[in-house]
């Protein structure tokens, strides 16, 4: 079965340190793979994606993230943490089981708390 | 600018009744999909569209219809056979046969019973 994990239900870090937010990831076909941004009360906001070509890809606001295959994760990184980077951050890939070409399985979330 | 437009951005819902929550988009989507967030448990899928006119179910989609009788438009009725509908629910689309393209989301409409 094809499936995204999120082993973390909150990271809490320090503002000016590094933050990882992590994702496992098990699916049939080509791992394309996608990280979200949720605000209070807000919709999510795409952050970045990885399709092909290099493992470490760079996405909106100085987050990037790294696609390792052999331990099929794909965890999400910032050099360092602001205090609006506070949200909820949601792993997805491309669900191959469906004939539906854009549909996405998301991880249950993981809260990121930034202190002062 | 093209975007996704949910509303109302908060609605009630007595018992025993109907409601319908609205999703328009502007982007020129084929695709479109209405998920359900609950705390703690992601977003799961209740109904998608790929085209006008035809529509599928998705992990959760009893007590809830759907209709897709244009492109840009996918409301989302939450019927009375939903027993538990208190959640936030968001709209999303993508393109067509788009493997790498990331879906886009609307800014969800909160559901609470009264």
Known sequence: ????????????????????????????GNPYLFWYVQYPNRGLQFLLKYITGDNLVKGSYGFEAEFNKSQTSFHLKKPSALVSDSALYFCAV????????GKLIFGQ????QVKP | ????????????????????????????HDAMYWYRQDPGQGLRLIYYSQIVNDFQKGDIAEGYSVSREKKESFPLTVTSAQKNPTAFYLCASSLKDSYNQPQHFGDGTRLSIL
């Open chain 1, 1 to 28: 079965a094809q499936s995204v994990a999120q082993p973390e239900d909150q990271v809490n870090v320090a503002e000016g340190n590094p933050l990882t937010v992590k994702c496992t990831y098990s699916v049939s």
């Open chain 1, 94 to 101: 491309r669900d191959w089981g469906s004939s539906n070409t």
């Open chain 2, 1 to 28: 600018d093209g975007g996704i437009t949910q509303s109302p951005k908060y609605l009630f819902r007595k018992e025993g009744q109907n409601v319908t929550l609205s999703c328009e988009q502007n982007l020129n």
């Open chain 1, 109 to 112: 979330g993981t809260t990121l």
